[in-house]
């Protein structure tokens, strides 16, 4: 059996991606892809560059289109955009809602994505 390090590697990186994303989009209880599409219209036109001119706004309108795009509809080539937003205080509360003890497993790469 071959054992693919770059496969498993993408995999821990798409569940993280899918953490943050739910948090970003505040999704943790969606069973429907029909709810994240409601969640993400309503954050979206909130924070869209048209209505919203703030610099924040457009960053937050761009995490927010990515995570939809994350948890909608997975592509390999996701691993390769980022995420703009994403501060200290918010892995801690990915790390309290997704329940990972392992820090170093996936904050330390976490960082290293970026």
Known sequence: MIYDFEFRKNIKQKKLYEIIAKEILNVWDAKSSQEIKK??????????????????????????????????????LILNEKFVTISAFDIKIIKIKANIKDDKSYFERYRSIY
């Open 39 to 76: 969640r993400y219209l309503v954050l979206a036109k909130k924070y869209h560059p048209d209505v919203n001119s703030s610099e924040s706004a457009k960053k937050k309108f761009q995490d927010i289109s990515l995570s939809y795009k994350i948890l909608t509809q997975w592509d390999d």
